[in-house]
């Protein structure tokens, strides 16, 4: 019996992995990949979908990204990169860590393993709506 439920264990994982790997969502909280494994008729409780998660982040398969001040994301990239978070969208972009001059750190002998940043502000989407509106766009502390 004990192999029968650690296998649909892994298979629940697995199914949170393979959401994840598919780029259907871009670095999605836990709700998100509940929202979205309910919408493809895979049933696991929401926390299930916590203990997933965090299993997966656990053996570094995935990334946890924390520090953003709303939830949680996820992340199926693990190799080092940075994040840029828009505040008027909330939607999260990578960026390499080549844009603050990280790669030269691997030129004088340090290996960068992960980076957590997270650099705020507003992406060019946003910007180009609000571009006529310059002052909505200062702090994203408008609510
Ligand atoms: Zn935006
Ligand atoms: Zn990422």
Known sequence: ???????????????????????????????EVFAALRASDVKMSLGTVYRNLAALSGRGEIVRLSGAEDSDRFDCDTRAHAHFKCSHCSKIYDLP?????????????????????IVCGVCPN???????????????ETK
């Open 97 to 117: 860590l080549s844009t603050f001059g990280l790669k030269k750190l691997e030129q004088n002998g340090f290996k960068v393993q992960s980076a957590n940043v």
């Open 126 to 140: 946003c910007a180009k709506k609000f571009n006529t509106d310059t002052t909505k766009l200062t702090t994203g």
């Open 1 to 31: 019996m004990k192999s029968a439920r650690r296998n649909r264990n892994s298979k629940q994982r697995q199914a949170i992995a393979d959401l994840l790997s598919s780029g259907m969502l871009s670095h999605p909280t836990a709700d």
